[in-house]
């Protein structure tokens, strides 16, 4: 099976790939830019069952987090909670984010869409957990970050934590992409995993993975996920 790749960025194993062709028996598309909107891939995770931050227009969002106390209090709160949101309205993928308080969100993004802001730790520095699935085979990895919110921003570090027992069939879960990956949070004094970001072109440069899956077990894995015949049914109906 000859397989060609189109992409926006480069990663350590695409050397197993072609490039397009008339010859190519498949074409995987892997676009870190562009795919579903913040919005759509937060409805996404939650359609899957996994907790997700509140969000929202910045409105709703204020209003739903200070609905139940009165306004003297939702004054003096709106300058010390805070959110995390976009200057584009929809949230692209790639689109830079900034934290700020719920009155400066009002004051200059009424309308656009806003999520919580959910701090990992006493300091407000960035961790996060990512699951990784490649074909197969599932990772736990974890970032942080030294002095930022954002836990790949910064002075940030990034491992593999464990590997799970693979999968009998790529796609047998529903999972219909032969690579994915979803971020998790781990909400600082309430320890519940809130999933936050998911993707189908997740970096693999740098994080680790490349000492325990070669450039050609990766290639090897997406191939195999591609031609099984329960990842092309799944991915019809989806």
Known sequence: MRIALNSDFRDYYDHGFEAPRPT?????ERY??????????????AGLGLRTPLHGSTRQLVERVLAEQPPG???RLMPHLELVLSTDPLAHPGTPRVKMTMAEAIASYPDHFAVEFIPANPQGHGESLRYLRIGRRQFWLGYASANHWRSTAGETMVGVLAEEKPL???????????LFA????????RGALVAVNFTTAPCLAGTGIERCLPAREVYEEIARALASPLTSELAQAA
């Open 168 to 178: 009998p069939e790529a796609g047998c879960d529903g999972m219909v992409w032969p």
């Open 73 to 75: 209090v939702r004054a």
């Open 182 to 189: 979803i971020d998790f949070i781990r909400a600082w004094g």
């Open 24 to 28: 190519h028996t498949w074409l995987w």
């Open 32 to 45: 870190a830019r562009g795919g579903l909107a913040h919005p759509d891939r937060l409805a996404y995770l």
